[in-house]
């Protein structure tokens, strides 16, 4: 997909070729006394390129970051904003030399390296990376000195309101109505409620919301007062960037002016130009009448899936709960230890279990390989051996990850000893964390876990508990039964470390998933549109050939 700059440049580009060649049309079909000279029409047609071209600067999209409200009123730093997006938090003097001294939403501006307020909006560098960031219009302050010769010293400030700005997806697509409505008011129907909040309101870049499919990144959305979510901030609305009516009369008086001063030297040769620029007019309005009908085909398309919990093959679980307890059964019976598990192979007609460490010989009816790495059983024997009713919750975070070309793989959790980060499309990871969700908590051998979501944009269901920020579930990581926390967003450089330390302890049993790009992940998994999990130390599967059901009376 083309960068939006250069698709405006581009067009800046046609329209101007377009208003040349109409105005040479119409010119040539005129009388010769009523041309102006060469040297005008040059002129002319070089300050409305200049024109075009300057109005394609100012509203270039940048990378831009909001800063939010912390929990109980902390203050976010220049340092940390640098270490998270840039990887190096001795950067923050870049991100404060792009913002100096510019009006904020509130009026005030940024002076001092050490102080940053809620609301205020940052210009990031070029590089910057992270999930968190904008791409779009600057959005602005409210214009230097606007209002101050006709407003009144007491009229009262701009109410504080729940807004947000909208962002990019991974797709590349801006955030629709209904996603943000799932996001922030836990129902994507509601997205009616925030049209008619912002209908026909000015936005940054000088564009209106009139059709709630069409949105643009960058644009600014007063939210309902129930509104709450990561991403979210308060204060006055962010106003344009500039106000279309204020210079409107002044594009017009240099037009007349123009007219005025041409007059004397043939009356009419400004017709050529006009008929021009109408020209231009045209163009423009067909382009517009384009991306709108793309637009709108891209707003049918089906709306988000379920998000609630799904259980994967319910036969293929089973079966393989009965071979896990054959294994018990086998270990108990010869008296070995049973052995420790990072993953389940079903080959064809065999299982092939993948041991943490070398052990030989294997209990009947399975069989070791070579360096006893792994063992094998057929799945006709394990259906028919001994099974034990002994707990088997130590396999509690095997999960299915897919089909590969071999067969079923399933991998314990609980090995990763890290966070474990699934990237990819929004649409994507969404799919593959509902089914690991259904496995962690659905399967025979799952010990009915606790789920804990942090963050905004994560699926919605309702058998799990929802928290904005991981800081109100730290205290709970404890020793003991464990649980499964997914993360929004990648941890901070302080949890990191304070999760580092909880999973040095070889007790700590809870599993860490972050949706997105984690640099401190020891897992790093990649959903595709395609229907492939990659990973790059698992085989490539394929997630989508798993049949889900819905979890019996849900």
Known sequence: MQHPHRIAAALAAAILSTTAAGALLVATALPSTALPSNAQVTSIVTDLGTTLATDTKDGEKVKYYVVPAKPEGEQEFLFD??????????????????????????????????????????????????????????PTGPAE??????????????????????????????????????????????????????????????????????????????????????????????????????????????????AGDQAGDGGSWLEPVLIGVGLTVIAAALVLVVVYVVRRARSNRPEP???????????????????????????????????????????????????????????????????????SAPLARLQAAPASEASTARFSRLV???????????????????????????????????????????????????????????????????????EQVIPELEIGAGGVLVLSQAPSVAQQDLLAARFSDPRFSWVVIVLGESTSAKWRITAGEDGWLRSGFLPDVRYTEQTAVRRAGE
């Open 81 to 138: 904003i640098a270490q998270r997006f840039l990887g190096d938090g001795n950067r923050y003097k870049e991100i404060f030399a792009l913002n100096e001294g510019r009006t904020q939403p509130d009026g005030d501006a940024l002076t001092d390296e050490t102080v940053l307020l809620p609301g205020w909006v940052l210009q990031m560098p070029d590089d910057a990376e992270g999930e968190g960031l904008e791409v779009g219009v600057l």
């Open 145 to 258: 000195g606007a209002g101050e010769a006709s407003a009144p010293a007491e009229e009262p400030a701009a109410p504080s309101v729940p807004y947000y700005v909208i962002g990019e997806t991974p797709e590349g697509e801006p955030e629709y109505l209904y996603m943000i409505a799932e996001r922030f008011l836990g129902d994507g129907e509601r997205n009616s409620e925030i049209f008619e909040l912002n209908k026909g309101r000015t936005q940054p870049d000088g564009g209106k919301l009139t059709d709630p499919a069409v949105v643009t990144v960058g644009w600014v959305l007063q939210m309902p007062e129930d509104a709450k979510g990561e991403g979210l901030q308060n204060g006055p609305l962010p106003g344009p960037s500039a106000s279309p009516e204020a210079s409107a009369p002044a594009a017009g008086e240099g037009t007349e002016e123009a």
């Open 305 to 375: 899936f379920d998000d609630s919990l799904l259980r994967t093959d319910t036969s293929a679980s089973w079966m393989v709960d009965r071979a896990l307890r054959v294994l018990l059964a086998a270990c108990e019976r010869d008296g070995v230890d049973v052995p420790g598990v990072t993953g389940v192979f079903i080959e064809g007609g065999a299982m092939r279990l993948r041991l943490a460490e070398p052990v030989s010989p294997a209990p009947e009816p399975f069989v070791a390989n070579e360096d006893g790495q792994s063992w």
């Open 400 to 470: 299915t990850i897919g089909v590969a070309e071999t067969g079923r793989v399933l991998v314990d959790f609980a090995r990763a000893r890290g966070v474990i980060s699934l990237d990819g499309p929004t649409r994507a990871r969404h799919e593959v964390l509902r089914r690991w969700l259904g496995e962690l908590t659905g399967n025979p051998w799952s010990n009915d876990p606790r789920v804990v979501m942090v963050g905004n944009g994560l699926p919605q269901p309702e058998q799990v508990e929802h928290l904005t920020a991981i």
